[in-house]
């Protein structure tokens, strides 16, 4: 607060995790948008955390981030947009930068970014232009994530002679010893030293690595003389049904099927599809809310098909189970870049409350992570022996049905409303 207020127009905080940043940040603007009248800006990585951390956001005592601006100050508050009106003409709005679009034409004196290190790294590029030419002023506040933008910034903010301030776990006090000692006990060293101690290290977070050791480049073809078994993970909202197939005689995962916006009907016809294509393999299912009647209609068809459950426990042992599979090379996953994207986006995040949790980013999905770890859920350890048909004839048979499937799912005909 003093650095801005002697005028210094660049600030970069790296903070510890829970030490008080958008609580001193969302401060600073208010005293600012007082002092001078204009537009503020509160950045946030999407509009969604925005409205969390700062409009909805308490801090440790229960005190509204809002209500540091007196009720007698505000003009009108604008909960769609998040905006506030002050009596003296300022205007401080909550931005996601997800859909930095919104503000092209404005002209903000003041910006915070907070979380900058969770941003696209050219949302800086966007309003620093507009800054420099009318002498506002920026403060990014974030938390390390690896060796990216935020990374930089800081190294541009110590050799340009702005205001930079690092402060771990240590130097606030923010938490007790007894906390901080249990916290380390949780966590993976790395993600507790970017966390709390504000190290910037490579890939710490990041829940799956030696991603890329694991790829392959073949194609993967259904085989009937093979062993199959898929993962299926239902759609939600605006999420995909993803059906993974898993062949337990080479430990290979085939290219997921990944589809939205199709009827339920639609969807069963499709799985079961699957099913006949990958040799009546065994099919682990994703039951869940929507997904319980889906699976109680398709268990009368599929004959081996088993329900899976998510609840906080049950997702993150699959989770864990995917990351060991995949840590210790017992897998090999296609060269599909929407599922090798979503599962090196999988990270440890740390909750509000300090919890401890496995996702990805707000924004991004997770549909074929979820259907890969139903497809290698409860696995053999070792590969499975080749099945071998007696004769042609079954063959023949296979590929016939297969194909008249197909033929039946694409045309709609009597299979799919029945």
């Known amino acids: 607060m003093k650095a801005i207020d002697n005028g210094v127009k660049r600030l970069v905080l790296v903070w510890a995790r829970r030490s008080g940043k958008d609580k001193t940040a969302w401060n600073i603007v208010i005293k600012k948008a007082f002092e001078r009248v204009g537009t503020y800006y509160y950045f946030a990585p999407t509009f969604a955390q925005g409205k969390r951390i700062i409009w909805d956001g308490r801090d440790k005592d229960g005190f509204k ?31 996601g930068t997800d859909n930095i679009d919104s503000i092209v034409g404005t002209n903000p004196i003041g910006c915070v970014f907070t979380e900058y290190s969770l941003m696209k790294s050219n949302v ?38 702005w205001f930079w301030q690092i402060l771990t776990v240590n130097d606030t006090n923010a938490i007790s010893q007894e906390e901080i000692e249990n916290e380390r006990k949780q966590m993976p060293k790395d993600l507790f030293e970017q966390e709390y101690l504000c190290k910037f290290i490579e890939g710490a977070g990041q829940f799956i690595k030696n991603l890329d050791l694991i790829v392959y480049n073949e194609p993967f ?14 759609a939600k909202y605006n999420d995909y049904t993803v059906i993974t197939p898993f062949d337990l005689t080479t430990f290979r995962v085939g290219t997921p099927d990944r589809f939205n916006q199709i009827d339920y009907n ?13 040799a009546k393999g065994k099919v682990i299912m994703d039951s869940t809310g929507v997904g319980e009647p889906v699976y109680d209609d398709l268990k009368l068809k599929i004959k081996n098909i088993y329900p899976y459950h998510f609840t906080e426990q049950s997702r ?24 090798i994207d979503e599962l090196k986006s999988l990270r440890y995040e740390i909750s509000d409350r300090g919890k401890v949790r496995i996702a990805v980013p707000e924004g991004l999905h997770d549909d074929c992570i ?3 770890a139903l497809a290698v859920w409860d696995i053999p350890e070792r590969m499975v022996t080749v099945k071998r048909y ?11 049905y297969s194909k008249q499937k197909e033929k039946q799912y694409f045309t709609g005909s009597r299979y799919l409303r029945r």
């Open 390 to 400: 007696q004769d042609e004839e079954d063959l023949k048979k296979f590929d016939y």
């Open 266 to 278: 639609l969807q069963k016809s499709r799985i079961e599809l699957s099913w006949h294509k990958f």
């Open 221 to 234: 073809v259904p085989d009937l003389n093979r062993r199959y078994q898929l993962g299926v993970d239902l």
């Open 65 to 95: 981030f809002i209500d540091h601006i007196p009720e007698s100050l505000i003009v009108k508050k604008n909960e769609t947009e998040l905006k506030i009106e002050l009596k003296n003409g300022s205007i401080i709005q909550i931005i």
């Open 124 to 161: 800086w590029d966007f309003i620093r232009p507009i800054l420099a030419e009318n002498g506002g002023w920026a403060l990014f506040v974030y938390t390390p994530r690896g060796m990216n933008h935020g990374f930089k910034i800081l190294q541009q903010a110590k050799e340009s002679g």
């Open 316 to 339: 993150r042992d699959l989770l864990v189970n995917l990351q060991l599979l995949i840590e210790q090379g017992k897998i090999k996953i296609p060269n599909d870049q929407i599922l």
């Open 370 to 372: 979820m259907s890969l």
